[in-house]
Structures are given as structure tokens and as C-alpha cells.
């Protein structure tokens, strides 16, 4: 390969346009909470709240819920545990989560990078 098509670009591999042939999704993931499912006002990796939340969950409460998103053609849905953090009527429901298996999380990371777009 010459100097001048590198500099040009041409030869450069093609995962970065792989990437953003995805197209960016408008929602952040998800949540599956006893069959409910919730699109949260806030996502972060380790902690979300929904607003209203109209569940039976309580402060310090451990729960199990599932991530869902869809990557491009993929659909992802995977287990998770939380802790409520806060929960009342003006705040909604404001949990933790450990993070899922590493394979789940490089796919989540992927897909909050494409919504907020970096």
C-alpha cells in the first residue's frame, strides 16, 4: 500500500462503517419488571429510573428484571438483578444493577453509544 492512500484513507477497515451502518436507535433499552414492561426516563450502565412506576417494589428491595434492545437485526433480552435505590410517587422508581455477563455488556455498551451518539 503507498504513503498517499493511506493518508487518503483507502485500505482503512471497515468496522467503523459497520458500526454506523446500525441505525440509532430513539429509545434507551427496555425494562421487564413482572411481566410489565417500562421504557425508562433515565439509562445509565448500572442504574435507571422509570417515571411513573406503578409495580409493588420497595426501597432496598432486590429484584430480577430483563434488558431488551434491538441492535440493528439483533434482539438482545437478558437477565438482570437490581436494587431499588429510591421509589415513591414524585421520584418514580430509581434502581442499580450489576452488570450482566461480559458478552451482554459489550452488546448494551454498544447500543448506549449508538442512542447517545458517540
Partial sequence: MSWLSKLSGRGKSTVASASNAKERPA?????????????????????????????????KQQFDFRILFRLGEESSDFACRGVVVK??????LVARFHQ???????????YLKLWKGL
Fill in 87 to 92: 421509589m415513591d410517587e414524585q421520584v418514580g
Fill in 27 to 59: 429509545d434507551p433499552p427496555t425494562i421487564r419488571i413482572d411481566s410489565h414492561e417500562y421504557v425508562p426516563e433515565e439509562f445509565v450502565l448500572g442504574s435507571f429510573r422509570i417515571r411513573p412506576y406503578d409495580g409493588d417494589l420497595i426501597a
Fill in 100 to 110: 450482566p455477563p461480559p458478552a451482554h455488556t459489550r452488546k448494551l455498551i454498544e
